[in-house]
């Protein structure tokens, strides 16, 4: 958290500007459909977000990886390495208190309510202020003096945005 704070008290001047433009874009892009939105059988993106809060908060921790009666791996299988299962874990513990019908396993498949959508566009909106923008300036802060051009570079990258927003 102290690293967070510092390096967030750096970003100042035309940082500043490109830190509140990276958001605006975020929030713009979060307002677009979704890839794969409404297209069953696999509904994208968004999907695999949602389905990976699903496994993560309803199997046993040593279930997240195994094919079993309650994780078909060839429907969105949690593919990532276990600290981002973790992280998947956390959102869906509280993504369950906004929505539970989003994170119900085997019910939930396709889950596209609103209120749905606003909590996994959020989270990932959150999760970029709190872990990547932090991240972003402390790498550009190893790599150059003149590290906030590169920080805002990161942060403005438009994979970033667009893919998870």
């Given at each position: 958290?102290?690293?967070?704070?510092?390096?967030?008290?750096?970003?100042?001047?035309?940082?500043?500007?490109?830190?509140?433009?990276?958001?605006?874009?975020?929030?713009?892009?979060?307002?677009?459909?979704?890839?794969?939105?409404?297209?069953?059988?696999?509904?994208?993106?968004?999907?695999?977000?949602?389905?990976?809060?699903?496994?993560?908060?309803?199997?046993?921790?040593?279930?997240?990886?195994?094919?079993?009666?309650?994780?078909?791996?060839?429907?969105?299988?949690?593919?990532?390495?276990?600290?981002?299962?973790?992280?998947?874990?956390?959102?869906?513990?509280?993504?369950?208190?906004?929505?539970?019908?989003?994170?119900?396993?085997?019910?939930?498949?396709?889950?596209?309510?609103?209120?749905?959508k606003?909590?996994?566009?959020?989270?990932?909106?959150?999760?970029?202020?709190?872990?990547?923008?932090p991240?972003?300036?402390?790498?550009?802060?190893?790599?150059?003096?003149?590290?906030?051009?590169?920080?805002?570079?990161?942060?403005?990258?438009?994979?970033?945005?667009?893919?998870?927003?």
């Amino acid at each position: 958290f102290a690293v967070h704070v510092q390096c967030m008290s750096k970003i100042d001047g035309i940082g500043g500007l490109g830190w509140a433009l990276g958001l605006l874009l975020r929030f713009g892009f979060a307002l677009c459909p979704h890839s794969g939105q409404g297209k069953p059988p696999m509904f994208g993106d968004y999907e695999a977000q949602r389905h990976w809060m699903e496994l993560t908060t309803a199997l046993p921790l040593l279930q997240w990886y195994e094919p079993t009666a309650d994780n078909d791996l060839q429907y969105w299988g949690l593919d990532y390495p276990p600290l981002m299962a973790f992280h998947s874990w956390l959102l869906g513990t509280i993504g369950h208190q906004v929505d539970p019908t989003c994170f119900a396993l085997h019910t939930s498949r396709g889950h596209e309510s609103l209120q749905c959508k606003a909590f996994l566009r959020s989270s990932v909106m959150v999760s970029d202020l709190l872990i990547y923008l932090p991240g972003a300036v402390y790498a550009a802060k190893s790599f150059a003096e003149a590290w906030q051009p590169l920080a805002l570079f990161l942060w403005l990258l438009p994979p970033l945005g667009i893919i998870d927003h």
